[in-house]
């Protein structure tokens, strides 16, 4: 819940201004609802995609206040944040809602980031695999084995995002290779080329090392994607 109109002009303006002419990776900017339009129309004829950081898991009708995956679509989006910590611990997301979140996306036509990962509590009592294993496999459980590399997972370990802790690159790498296997139990090639990205604290100063771990492919950035001078440093990182 950050931005403004004035602010994400700018913040988009610097950041188009300051991208490579080739850009070598997938860049994508994930907007709060109201400002969706207004991206849009900046990132328009650039080579950065638009996202949404929430849908609803209904298709349309009596839902007021929710917005569905075909609104969004509607608005330019290709790409929907789906069941990010915050959603889950803030709004009573379950494994089952983001699975049908998922659903609604992909029908849509749009192509689901799917947020998985433990708390502290969770980590430091050996539960991490379990947790992120069940959050995955409500999404797997729902979705047909043609669609699941449309999937991009993000694993964003709950103590490190907005925190400044950033899981070392081997922790998540570790994580990151347990999901990847997972994928592999349903599916062995969409295993290879689903995208497992990570979150969490990322920023210049750790995003080459994260990146260059085998199964890392690339970041949900929060916090360091609001200065476009870190955000371009990012990118940079990731091509
Ligand atoms: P952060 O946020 O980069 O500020 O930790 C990540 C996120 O919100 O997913």
Redesign the pocket.
Known sequence: MNGSISKNRSLLTEVISGLPSNLGCDVLVCAPAPYLLQCEGILNGTAIQLGAQDVSMHSNGAYTGEISATMLSDCGCAYV?IG???RRAYHSETDVIVAQKVLKVLEAGLTPIV?VGETLEQRETGQTNMIVAAQLQAVLDVVDIDRLDKLVI?Y?PVW????GKTATPQMAQDVHEFLRGQIALNDEMVSRKVRIIY?????PENAGELLAMKDIDGG??????LMSVDFLKIIAAAR
Request: proline share 0%; glycine share 22%; aromatic share 0%.
């Open positions: 944040i990010h910590s915050e947020c993000a964003e490190a995002i907005g925190t979150g969490g604290s990322m920023k949900l950035i929060g916090g360091a994607a």
